[in-house]
């Protein structure tokens, strides 16, 4: 457990920045901001941060002192166990590819730690913003966006997204240290096996086979103790994963 997130953290600084650039100033113009909602575009090659907007009112941080490992390191301690290894494997997954990068992305819906000490629900995106020419990494673009509506259990939820996002989900998926994780895909059938949708009918509105619908139910058993579809779907309301 103590490495979760060592991987990805060799990767990362602690050095903030230069909002003077001409590469800041251009995009501030170029990039809409919500409200309550912290950017950042870090470059893998440079080693810094090369952008920051809206930290202050995100989590009480300076957009000129915000830095790429403080951004990973105000994970709210109950997250951080699962947040420091989705983190890896998003990381060495976008390693091992050099096609497309730029059109991947994940998501996870967590707490973070403002400098006040209150913890702050948010959603985190995190994106691949520009490769180097042969197509490998180069820097990635995050938003962190508070909302204040967000309802946790003991699960922890993300979401995939890129050219290969079953293979993409699957790597995120795959023997996670934190037991109690959901991801988007799973959770898209939770709904409907709730909603009273038989596996059939399931695999017939997303156009995939029964056994791919199986295969995203029936891992939930195991992972969170559960006996059958209703003990699953009873779990489900009790952890905020079904409105």
Same mark, same amino acid.
């Given at each position: 457990?103590?490495?979760? +997130?060592? #991987? !990805?953290?060799?990767?990362?600084?602690?050095?903030?920045?230069?909002?003077? !650039?001409? $590469?800041?100033?251009?995009?501030?113009? &170029?990039? #809409?901001?919500?409200?309550?909602?912290?950017?950042? %575009?870090?470059?893998?090659?440079?080693?810094?941060?090369?952008?920051? *907007?809206?930290?202050?009112?995100?989590? +009480?941080?300076?957009?000129?002192?915000?830095?790429?490992?403080?951004?990973?390191?105000?994970?709210?301690?109950? $997250?951080?166990?699962?947040?420091?290894?989705?983190?890896?494997?998003?990381? =060495?997954?976008?390693?091992?590819?050099?096609?497309?990068?730029?059109?991947?992305? $994940?998501?996870?819906?967590? &707490?973070?730690?403002?400098?006040? +000490?209150?913890?702050?629900?948010?959603?985190?995106?995190?994106? %691949?913003?520009?490769?180097?020419?042969?197509?490998?990494? =180069?820097?990635? &673009? +995050?938003?962190?966006? %508070? *909302?204040?509506?967000?309802?946790?259990? =003991?699960?922890?939820?993300?979401?995939?997204?890129?050219?290969?996002?079953?293979?993409?989900?699957? *790597?995120?998926?795959?023997?996670? $240290?934190?037991?109690?994780?959901?991801?988007?895909?799973?959770?898209? %059938?939770?709904?409907?096996?709730?909603?009273?949708?038989?596996?059939?009918?399931?695999?017939?509105?997303?156009?995939?086979?029964?056994?791919?619908?199986?295969?995203?139910?029936?891992?939930?058993?195991?992972?969170?103790?559960?006996?059958?579809?209703?003990?699953?779907?009873?779990?489900?309301?009790?952890?905020?994963?079904?409105?």
């Amino acid at each position: 457990m103590d490495d979760l +997130g060592a #991987y !990805s953290k060799g990767f990362i600084t602690n050095v903030p920045a230069d909002l003077s !650039s001409d $590469f800041a100033k251009d995009f501030r113009v &170029k990039t #809409y901001k919500y409200p309550l909602e912290g950017i950042y %575009v870090y470059s893998f090659e440079k080693g810094r941060m090369l952008y920051a *907007d809206g930290w202050e009112e995100v989590c +009480g941080i300076p957009n000129e002192e915000i830095n790429m490992l403080e951004i990973v390191n105000f994970t709210a301690p109950a $997250f951080a166990p699962f947040v420091n290894e989705i983190n890896d494997k998003a990381l =060495k997954f976008l390693h091992q590819r050099n096609e497309k990068l730029t059109e991947y992305s $994940f998501t996870i819906e967590l &707490k973070i730690v403002h400098r006040n +000490g209150s913890e702050v629900p948010v959603t985190a995106k995190v994106s %691949v913003f520009e490769t180097h020419e042969d197509g490998r990494l =180069k820097s990635i &673009k +995050g938003r962190f966006q %508070v *909302d204040p509506g967000l309802k946790f259990g =003991k699960v922890m939820r993300y979401a995939a997204y890129g050219p290969e996002k079953d293979a993409f989900e699957t *790597d995120l998926n795959e023997s996670l $240290f934190y037991p109690f994780h959901i991801s988007q895909k799973e959770l898209e %059938v939770l709904k409907m096996l709730a909603d009273g949708y038989a596996y059939k009918e399931m695999a017939e509105q997303l156009d995939v086979s029964q056994s791919a619908i199986e295969k995203r139910i029936h891992p939930l058993f195991q992972r969170f103790n559960v006996k059958n579809n209703a003990h699953l779907i009873a779990f489900a309301f009790q952890n905020n994963l079904l409105p």
